[in-house]
């Protein structure tokens, strides 16, 4: 199967084609698979971080404002009682430093509508910071009637380092109630909970090249090496992610490099705050670029290599080829020889087993080659007959044997041959005489009755005039002459010798009748028919003498035969079997085709057969074995079958029977036989 692959060097080359197309679209094909996979994975990871940081930045936010609110209701509270003792002039300093340090207050200051400091909880004088905020710009609402309350919030203290939240409130006169807390802790916690903690956490992370907060101004919050990024207003891509609250992913290229962006809008208490973005790194993907370009390098290799090994294999296979095919040209010319000649070949190894048997040994012995190969000889002959053609020193010989119940002659010749491992070889010719012997038997059948017929019909002129004149002369006795004594006996004699003149005359005139026979005027006819109508014309004479007769037929269709002188023939087969079978019995005949569009009929009786020392006198003329018979019908069967070029043999074995086997051609010659004397 192998060699059989590699002798077809288009199939090997397209199998290569194919095979190398297969290797690199499955390397592409993974290249592209893995690099959907990890870009479908890496926007996973990065919606479910964008997810994190924008829930915990609103965790965040939310404890600010929860923070910065306490803070805010704390100072407010703590205002309007300083307001209400204020108010009614219940205040000092010393009651103020007491609130403060109960309250655990940084700083309560109360400025008159001048913005001149009044009330103070603080003992030390302070010296103003130079650029910082004075409190008459900050209350001046207050002052001027325009707010009652103002929230301060986180302010940068005015004496010493550190921020403050502040609130102020108004008194009736329009002073300015101020009451402020150390800010540290609400700004410790922005530092460590805010947006610019989280995301230094989120760059911490390896592959994480940005991460930012941003909104349509300007970047509220960053990390990463983060000098500039692309406006949310210049680009499509980022704009409809913040306005479609949409998460979001592109290739993008960020400082010179080429990174997975993920996108997430952050809104906090329905407020839109801006758009988280993230830069991922592409080295995942590059590193499967690089994997990938790999292989298809050692699959270049590779292939490179096949190819070599392919079309190195391919020349010399087409050297072999080229060479094997001379070789078989050879065998094959001297196969088809051994196979069709017209003699059987038969080739024996050097143990006698049939290694070749040609075309003609099949149709001559009627085995298949896979029924004979390896067989001994006598598988296809007899014992007797494959020692006197194997140990017989001759190297031509002629035997008689019996193949499927038929006799035949063959001529065989016998030679020996060594072949390429020194091992001798028996090659035996086997020519079949049998149909020629026939036909010598037949054609010296016919020279005999040529000359007997033309003998007879010269002795029947000669004999026919005095007959005929006897019979006139014993006719007119009878008639004109009576004798006085013994009349009765007289006119039997005379009756008697004149029947005997007629039956001399009958076969005087059936000699006369085989000595100038008719000429054969063939003519087209179903032979189906001619054996019906034989078969409808015997039924009587066979239900007498309780014989069955069969007919099969083989082969169906028209013959060019002389109907009427055939039916004599098949009249003539069945009234000797009927006269030889005589009670109880089977008349079979059977019909086949055979080789060079003839047919073949084989007319057989369960009869007592035909002893072998008369067998070859049947078709004389003038033999026969009846007591009343002329010896003439089998002479006229014959002569029958040879005008219409066929031939008529007998097979019988006494108490087993006779077979009358008849080849003839479908369609004789059209001008056909006119006979001969």
Same mark, same amino acid.
């Given at each position: 199967m192998i060699r059989k692959f590699l002798g077809r060097p288009k199939i090997l080359l397209l199998t290569f084609i194919i095979l190398a197309i297969l290797m690199?679209?499955?390397?592409?094909?993974?290249l592209y698979q893995s690099k959907i996979e990890l870009l479908e994975l890496m926007s996973e990871q990065a919606h479910s971080l964008l997810e994190s940081l924008t829930i915990a930045s609103d965790n965040a936010l939310r404890v600010n404002d929860y923070l910065e609110k306490t803070y805010k209701e704390r100072l407010l509270n703590n205002a309007n009682l300083i307001k209400t003792l204020y108010e009614d002039s219940k205040i000092s300093d010393s009651f103020l430093q007491d609130i403060a340090e109960k309250n655990n207050i940084y700083r309560i200051n109360i @400025?008159?509508?001048?913005g001149r400091k009044i009330y103070t909880s603080h003992a030390r004088e302070h010296f103003d910071l130079p650029d910082k905020t004075t409190p008459e710009r900050i209350l001046e609402p207050i002052f001027a009637g325009l707010m009652d309350t103002i929230i301060i919030g986180i302010k940068e203290a005015r004496y010493e380092p550190g921020f403050r939240y502040s609130v102020a409130l108004a008194a009736r006169d329009r002073s300015a109630i101020i009451v402020n807390l150390d800010a540290q802790e609400l700004i410790e916690y922005r530092t460590k909970s805010g947006f610019g903690v989280l995301l230094r956490r989120?760059?911490?992370?390896?592959?994480?090249? @940005?991460?930012?907060?941003?909104?349509?101004?300007?970047?509220?919050?960053?990390?990463?090496?983060?000098?500039?990024?692309?406006a949310i207003k210049n680009s499509a891509f980022l704009d409809q992610a913040l306005n479609d609250s949409l998460f979001s992913t592109r290739i993008a290229t960020f400082d010179t490099l080429e990174i997975f962006e993920a996108v997430h809008p952050f809104i906090h208490q329905n407020v839109k705050i801006g758009l988280f973005r993230l830069g991922i790194s592409l080295d995942p993907v590059t590193a499967i670029n690089t994997r990938i370009y790999r292989r298809l390098i050692i699959i270049s290799v590779v292939l490179f290599a096949i190819a070599s090994i392919m079309f190195t294999i391919i020349f010399v296979r087409q050297r072999y080829d080229l060479l094997r095919k001379q070789y078989q040209e050879v065998e094959t010319y001297s196969s088809n020889i051994i196979h069709h000649v017209s003699d059987a070949i038969i080739v024996l190894d050097e143990r006698h087993g049939i290694k070749i048997f040609n075309t003609a040994a099949q149709r001559l012995f009627g085995k298949a080659v896979k029924d004979v190969l390896s067989k001994p000889l006598n598988h296809v002959l007899s014992n007797d007959s494959c020692q006197r053609i194997l140990h017989k020193a001759t190297s031509m010989q002629q035997i008689e044997c019996t193949i499927k119940r038929q006799k035949k002659y063959f001529l065989i010749s016998k030679s020996t041959i060594s072949d390429s491992n020194?091992?001798?070889?028996?090659?035996?010719?086997?020519?079949?005489?049998?149909?020629?012997?026939?036909?010598?038997?037949?054609?010296?059948r016919k020279e005999r009755l040529s000359a007997m017929g033309e003998l007879a019909s010269g002795v029947a002129h000669e004999i026919r005039n005095p007959l005929n004149t006897i019979g006139t002369i014993i006719q007119?006795?009878?008639?004109? @002459?009576?004798?006085?004594?013994n009349h009765e006996e007289y006119h039997k004699l005379a009756q008697l010798v004149y029947q005997e003149v007629r039956r001399i005359n009958e076969t005087v005139q059936d000699f006369l009748n085989f000595s100038r026979p008719e000429p054969i005027n063939p003519g087209r006819f179903s032979l189906q028919d001619? @054996?019906?109508y034989l078969k409808q014309q015997y039924s009587t004479l066979l239900q007498e003498h309780k014989i069955t007769m069969k007919i099969n037929l083989k082969w169906h269709g028209e013959v060019f035969w002389d109907r009427k002188q055939i039916q004599q023939v098949f009249m003539n087969l069945i009234q000797n079997a009927v006269d030889a079978i005589d009670q109880n019995g089977l008349i079979a005949l059977t019909v086949n085709s055979a080789a060079d569009n003839e047919l073949e009929i084989v007319f057989s009786d369960n009869g007592p057969g035909i002893d072998e020392n008369i067998r070859s006198k049947i078709f004389n003329l003038y033999y026969t074995t009846k007591p009343k018979g002329t010896g003439i019908g089998l002479s006229i069967v014959q002569r029958i079958i040879y005008e219409h070029e066929g031939i008529i043999s007998v097979e019988s074995t006494?108490?087993?029977?006779?077979?009358?086997?008849?080849?003839?051609?479908?369609?004789?010659?059209?001008?056909?036989?006119?006979g001969k004397n």
């Open positions: 690199f679209s499955s390397a592409l094909i993974e @400025f008159n509508r001048l989120i760059i911490q992370n390896p592959g994480i090249v @940005f991460a930012a907060l941003q909104d349509t101004n300007t970047i509220l919050a960053a990390s990463g090496n983060v000098r500039q990024l692309e020194e091992m001798e070889n028996i090659i035996l010719v086997i020519r079949d005489l049998t149909q020629q012997r026939k036909m010598e038997a037949q054609i010296q007119q006795l009878d008639k004109d @002459f009576s004798p006085s004594e001619l @054996f019906n006494a108490g087993k029977g006779t077979r009358f086997i008849i080849r003839l051609p479908i369609s004789i010659n059209q001008k056909g036989t006119t």
